[in-house]
C-alpha cells in the first residue's frame, strides 16, 4: 500500500466505505475520519463482535492505530462520549489513539 490512501464515495451515504477503511486500516499506521456527521454509520464485525461506528472511525478496533476526527467533521459532543463509552465496555480503549481536531464543527441539542 501507498504512503497515503484516500476513500471517497460519491457522496449518496451506504456505499460501504467504513468497511473499505476497516480493511485497509489493518496495513495503515492512521485513520483519520475528514467530513460527515453521526448521520452516517458503519458496521464492523470484529473478533464475533458488532461494532456500530458514527464519527469513531472505523480504524479504532484495531489495536495501536491512531484515529483522528478531522475538521470537516459535524460533531455531536454528547455523541461521541456515548460511542467512546461502548466502545470501552467492548475493551477498546481510546485514550491516546482518538483525536479531535479543535476546528471540528459542533453541533449541539
Known amino acids: 500500500m501507498g504512503k497515503n490512501v484516500i476513500v471517497v464515495g460519491c457522496q449518496w451515504g451506504d ?3 467504513g468497511k473499505v477503511v476497516d480493511l485497509l486500516a489493518e ?9 460527515g456527521g453521526a448521520n452516517a454509520g458503519h458496521t464492523i464485525l470484529a ?10 472511525p472505523s480504524g479504532i478496533i484495531h489495536k495501536g ?5 478531522g475538521n470537516g ?15 470501552k465496555k467492548e475493551g477498546i480503549d481510546c485514550v491516546g489513539r482518538l483525536y479531535v481536531s479543535s476546528a ?4 449541539l441539542p
Open 15 to 17: 456505499e460501504g466505505k
Open 73 to 87: 467533521v459535524v460533531l455531536d459532543p454528547f455523541g461521541l462520549i456515548e460511542e467512546i463509552d461502548s466502545l
Open 47 to 56: 473478533d464475533g463482535k458488532k461494532f456500530v461506528l458514527h464519527l469513531v
Open 65 to 69: 492505530k491512531i484515529c483522528y476526527i
Open 27 to 35: 496495513k495503515a499506521d492512521v485513520i483519520a475520519r475528514f467530513q
Open 104 to 107: 471540528v464543527n459542533l453541533v
